[in-house]
């Protein structure tokens, strides 16, 4: 279950997020319906409370080459998510994930979120290409993100049924009981019934591939 409780966001006026209160909403969830929490951490003392908290410290594309910031957290001992920057190549993408492991953090997670192109059709364009791309030269799985990678929620079913055909090892989908109403990223969440609707889709091409993968 991922959820923002610090939020980087481009405008300084922007929602930001509920800081320690919102960790410890998501630790409610947690508690209440078994599930793990990754939430994203934005400096070292960001880190510390998402340790406390969470399962899972997410770095977010903006940090993606925070060096810094990724030796601290490759020393904790929680699973680390780690999302592709807006411009970053396949070898800064893999050697961030490097700084990370470097420290004795192997638990790594990889995200396509999206990268910036000239298109504006979209908010951001998703590289598929780089999840083969990244099977072939790592044992690190690989995410994609297609709500934060399209922003437009009715690319997010099609994009992610595209990310399972090929060969994602998950997927991270924006999920909003009322998007319109949504503090931010709204534009880019599924209703529950959507996202249910979508939950059998990709396990039908699941299904489907796998044998293939065998």
């Not at 410890?24 to 990754?38: E, T, W």
């Not at 999206?114 to 790592?138: E, K, Q």
């Amino acid at each position: 279950f991922r959820g923002g409780a610090f939020k980087p966001r481009t405008s300084p006026y922007a929602f930001q997020g509920m800081g320690e209160d919102g960790l410890k909403m998501l630790a409610d969830v947690r508690d209440q319906y078994g599930l793990n929490i990754v939430t994203e951490a934005m400096d070292e003392r960001g880190i510390d409370l998402v340790e406390k908290y969470g399962d899972c410290i997410q770095i977010g594309a903006r940090n993606m080459q925070n060096f810094s910031l990724l030796k601290y957290v490759g020393q904790t001992r929680k699973p680390v998510l780690l999302k592709r920057g807006m411009a970053a190549t396949l070898d800064e993408f893999l050697l961030a994930a490097e700084y990370i492991m470097a420290e004795g953090n192997y638990d790594v997670i990889l995200c396509e979120r999206g990268i910036r192109t000239f298109g504006n059709h979209a908010r951001n364009t998703m590289d598929l290409s780089i999840v083969p791309a990244i099977h072939r030269l790592t044992h690190l799985p690989i995410i994609v993100d297609p709500s934060h990678g399209t922003g437009r929620n009715y690319m997010v079913n099609p994009m992610a049924r595209a990310g399972v055909a090929v060969g994602a090892d998950g997927l991270i989908i924006e999920v909003h009981s009322k998007p319109e109403e949504a503090l931010c990223d709204g534009a880019q969440a599924l209703t529950l019934p959507q996202y249910l609707e979508l939950a059998e889709q990709v396990k039908v091409i699941h299904d489907i591939l796998m044998p293939m993968a065998v």
